[in-house]
């Protein structure tokens, strides 16, 4: 079809603005010019692929409600014969015989990490700091408008415009961006990491007071039969008139409370055994049966008193270490903050058809600095990193007199305990001599009875001095997190190796 030149004075020049008017719905598109319209399939083509562009990296809500029934359920399933379980602790050379025959606290604490509910959440939560620099490397999107206007003086009537607005980001502000949020991903993980050492802890504090509580109700057991020998010889001499009253009634005063303090630590011991449920992140019935081993706990390490021991956590502490991340974040923000002062440049290229002339420009915007600089928000930049510092700084001599506080608990209970061993090694002598004297006949066997309940004494002092010595031991661990006591290794495969969420 020949082409023929636009009149607006001609019934097909004024036919031809009606089409305009329509947004050129017929196939051609006489503009004096000789120049054709698209046609309308090219016209959907160019529709479609501008909804692919628009819409085709927009992410989709995927819902995942939560059931409180069913996570109460999947909750009440956990238990220490979880073949994933044995898959984890493989992953930390800890193999064997499955179910395993003994818990220490080493393996025990490798439970926790993989089934403790406040280690997962701590999980999320640098995973949620990680995604920020998804947010900080985001360019911005340019945009377009489109301006059609009806002019009623001069047909064709329509004119149609379009602009866009394309930003560039000047002075590398999205580069600070991300240096800022690694900073906080960095933080992040730190906090992580302090929660694992947490984790160490509670389960430590737990698997500690089961201990604790089970030779305590032995020691007491035992006691309570040896005062109940006592109690029985005293009442037969009674009886005879070759003792008092009041004598018997101590004795019997004496057994009273040592059956009162055994109960006491029956129930102890139920309590201990929920409170390393909840440490490791089991339902209480997970550990009916569980053999747990407590070997070793009257060996303490001597290298976690060396002064480069102490002189490494000073440094390296997982507290301290977040908050010098943190101070490194807001290095970055001051730097964001001081780019900000200088303007970003606006792109603006526009197209016009006004009636049958394409009109084509270039603008550019640019903001005028001049009556503001960005000082307000640079000022608080500022005291926010001198906020930082003060915060590190006081973190860190936090850590130093945690430490030396350890440090000085520690050496005082490994002194107890030397003395509390020396005691019962008297003790058992003692009651040896007594056993001797009474196979002799040089003694009655109300002797040996007290001799027993004297020697369960001291060995519940000896109990009670271990304890208090592991627990320094404890508090020591936690304020230098050494790799003597937690490797690397094991902080690593809980960093990495563990799924979201245990099953």
């Known amino acids: 079809m020949k082409v023929q030149p636009f009149n607006f004075k001609s019934a097909r020049g004024l036919a031809q603005s009606k089409t305009l008017a329509r947004c050129f719905e017929s196939q051609e598109h006489p503009t004096g010019f000789g120049v054709r319209r698209p046609s309308a399939a090219v016209s959907c083509a160019l529709g479609v692929i501008l909804g692919i562009v628009l819409f085709a990296g927009c992410a989709r809500f995927h819902p995942q409600p939560i059931s409180p029934e069913q996570t109460a359920a999947t909750f009440d399933t956990r238990s220490l014969a979880n073949p994933d379980l044995q898959a984890f602790l493989e992953t930390n050379h800890v193999t064997g015989p499955w179910p395993r025959r003994s818990w220490d606290l080493d393996v025990l604490t490798l439970a926790a990490f993989y089934y403790q509910p406040a280690l997962a959440e701590a999980r999320a939560q640098w995973a949620l700091v990680q995604a920020t620099r998804v947010t900080a490397g985001q360019r911005p999107n340019p945009t377009v408008g489109f301006t059609p206007t009806y002019d009623t003086t001069t047909p064709p009537p329509w004119i149609f415009g379009v602009t866009w607005d394309i930003p560039i980001e000047t002075a590398g502000k999205r580069g600070k961006r991300i240096a800022q949020a690694d900073h906080f991903s960095e933080a992040a993980r730190w906090n992580f990491i302090a929660a694992a050492w947490q984790t160490r802890s509670h389960v430590r504090t737990a698997w500690l007071n089961l201990h604790a509580a089970r030779e305590n109700e032995s020691l007491l057991a035992r006691q309570e039969s040896a005062q109940s020998n006592v109690v029985r010889l005293l009442e037969g001499q009674l009886a005879v008139g070759a003792m008092s009253d009041f004598e018997v009634t101590q004795a019997r005063v004496a057994l009273n409370t040592t059956r009162l303090a055994r109960q006491d630590a029956t129930g102890q011991y139920g309590q201990a055994r929920v409170q390393l449920a909840n440490a490791l992140g089991l339902p209480l019935h997970a550990l009916d049966d569980a053999p747990f081993s407590f070997a070793g706990l009257d060996q303490f390490p001597q290298d976690l008193t060396a002064p480069e021991i102490r002189r490494q956590a000073v440094l390296n502490r997982a507290d301290v270490r977040g908050a010098l991340a943190e101070y490194a974040a807001s290095q970055s923000a001051l730097q964001l903050e001081i780019a900000k002062q200088y303007p970003d440049l606006h792109l603006n290229p526009g197209y016009e058809l006004d009636q049958t002339d394409n009109k084509w420009s270039l603008g550019v915007t640019l903001e005028l600095p001049v009556l503001s600089h960005n000082q307000g928000p640079v000022a608080e930049a500022k005291a926010k990193r001198a906020e930082a510092a003060a915060h590190f700084l006081m973190v860190q001599a936090q850590a130093i007199g945690?430490?030396?506080?350890?440090?000085?608990?520690?050496?005082?209970?490994?002194?107890?305990?030397?003395?509390?061993?020396?005691?019962?090694?008297?003790?058992?002598?003692?009651?040896?001599?007594?056993?001797?004297?009474?196979?002799?006949?040089?003694?009655?066997?109300?002797?040996?009875?007290?001799?027993?309940?004297?020697?369960?004494?001291?060995?519940?002092?000896?109990?009670?001095?271990?304890?208090?010595?592991?627990?320094?031991?404890?508090?020591?661990?936690?304020?230098?997190?050494?790799?003597?006591?937690?490797?690397?290794?094991?902080?690593?495969?809980?960093?990495?190796?563990?799924?979201?969420?245990?099953?």
Do not use: M, W
């Open 402 to 503: 945690e430490i030396d506080s350890a440090l000085a608990g520690y050496r005082a209970a490994l002194s107890q305990t030397k003395t509390a061993a020396a005691l019962q090694d008297d003790l058992q002598k003692q009651l040896d001599s007594v056993r001797d004297q009474v196979q002799a006949g040089e003694i009655d066997s109300a002797a040996l009875a007290n001799a027993e309940v004297e020697f369960c004494a001291g060995a519940k002092s000896r109990l009670d001095s271990l304890i208090k010595a592991q627990q320094a031991l404890g508090q020591l661990e936690d304020s230098v997190q050494s790799p003597l006591t937690l490797p690397p290794a094991t902080l690593d495969a809980v960093e990495h190796n563990l799924s979201q969420g245990a099953k």
